[in-house]
Structures are given as C-alpha cells and as structure tokens.
C-alpha cells in the first residue's frame, strides 16, 4: 500500500461516494484527512467511520463556489492538521441537458461548483504547498471531458475546463516540486446514481440500473474505492515521475465501445 503517513491531505466533496472512498483509502494510509463538504450529516458520517476505523480525519463545512468559505475551512484545517500536503479537488455536481435545454442559471450553478470551486482551492492552497517545498493536486474529471455524451452539456463543458486546468497547473508548477494530475471515471456506482434512479425510475429502477451498468464494455460501474485506490496512488510517493496527466477509469468504455 502506497504510504501518506504524517501528510495532509484535502479532499472536496469527501462526505460521500467517490470524495468518501478517497478520505477512506488516504486514511488508511496514515493521512490526516480534512474533509470539505457541504453535506454536514454525510460528513460527519463518513468522518464516524474513519475515526472507528483508526484514522485521522477533520470536517470543515464548506462551499467551494465561495471564496470565503474555502479560505475559513483551510485555516480550520491548518490550525487541526497544519499545512496541506495533498489537495483532492473532488466536489462536483451533475446537470442534465443539451446547450438548448440546459437554463443559464443551472449552467452557471455548474459552472461556479465544478470550476470555480476548482479554481478556488487551488488559488487558497498552492500558496501553502509552495511555502512547504512541494505538494500533489489530483483533479476529478470525467470521461465526459473527453467524450461526447447527449444530454450532459453544462457537465461536459465543467469537467473539460477541469481537464485542462490539470495540465496548466502541472506545467506551472512543475519546477517548485508540486505535481498535477486527473482522472477521469466514468459512471461510477455512488449513493447519487442512486438517488437520481429512485426520483426518475421509480418504475423500473432495475432495468434502469442494468441499463446504466452495461453503458461500460466492462458490463458494470465502478467502485468508488477502485477510484479511491487510483487516488492513493497519484497522490503517494510511488507516483513521483507522473504529472500533467489523465488516467481513464472507464471500464474500457473510451477504446472498446463498438
């Protein structure tokens, strides 16, 4: 097992499915997790459960569309753990929808989570990885950043500004000891695929779920802690000569579909 023993690592969104996975698997491996989420009771769960496990784990509440609140959890989280090592930019939020369908407040409410809330924890914690000699991004994208999928505009046009954000940062910061990469899942089996079944298939869920199961050549979703295994990994030592890259978890649905 890769080892982050005595590092601090942020992760958005870490209250449930993919973010939880990553502060499970970080935990695990000696990481102080902090916690940014906006789902208080998830949160506190999922922190529950990584205390009980062992871990060290610390929940900030906080919205990363908003400049302030990234800045006052990071000082929270600093004052717990002290200066973040490791920034997991994981927090996002899905729309359904085409460029004509798709309504300017719910792309602008996409946009301001899925890129600005990148946007903003990097522009908060660069600076303290920069004062500490070094430090690892990982960006969540998407396969949708790299394939055309109907109905997932505003989506689609987040993750693609995630995707190249990585490389920026990569190449900007490459020689001050700071790495970037992305990975780029596709559908993953998180309590949200769930939810989003339950409100519009209540009829046939089943089917639905099978549907959404075989979109992946694979024949299923992924684990979120096969994602969260990837994380550790881009985020440890052992992953020291990879930057300004993007790793598909996909199921083989980029080159095998056909």
Do not use: W
């Not at 990363?64 to 939020?93: D, K, Y």
């Not at 660069?126 to 430090?135: A, D, I, N, Q, T």
């Not at 769930?194 to 992946?216: C, I, T, V």
Request: charged share 20%; aromatic share 8%.
């Amino acid at each position: 097992m890769s080892d982050l023993k005595n590092r601090t690592a942020i992760v958005t969104g870490g209250g449930s499915g993919i973010g939880r996975a990553i502060a499970e698997e970080f935990a695990a491996a000696g990481a102080k997790v902090a916690i940014f989420d906006f789902d208080e009771n998830a949160s506190q769960e999922a922190a529950s459960a990584i205390q009980e496990a062992g871990g060290e784990v610390h929940f900030e509440k906080c919205d990363v569309s908003n400049r302030e609140s990234v800045a006052a959890a990071l000082a929270g989280t600093e004052a717990v753990f002290g200066s973040p090592g490791i920034l997991v930019n994981n927090a996002g939020i899905a729309n359904i929808g085409t460029a004509v369908s798709t309504s300017e407040e719910d792309f602008d409410r996409v946009m301001n989570v899925n890129v600005k809330g990148v946007y903003n924890c990097l522009h908060l914690v660069l600076p303290k990885m920069l004062e500490s000699g070094g430090g690892v991004v990982l960006n969540m994208s998407s396969v949708a950043s790299i394939a055309g999928l109907p109905d997932r505009f505003a989506y689609s046009t987040s993750k693609g500004a995630v995707h190249t954000m990585t490389f920026s940062v990569a190449a900007d910061y490459i020689k001050d000891n700071i790495r970037c990469n992305c990975i780029c899942p596709a559908r993953v089996h998180t309590p949200f695929v769930d939810g989003y079944l339950d409100k519009n298939y209540p009829d046939n869920r089943d089917e639905m779920f099978e549907k959404l199961s075989a979109a992946q050549p694979i024949g299923r979703m992924a684990l979120p802690s096969e994602i969260g295994k990837m994380a550790l990994y881009l985020c440890s030592d052992d992953s020291g000569f990879i930057t300004g890259q993007a790793f598909p978890i996909d199921g083989g649905y980029m080159n095998l579909r056909g």
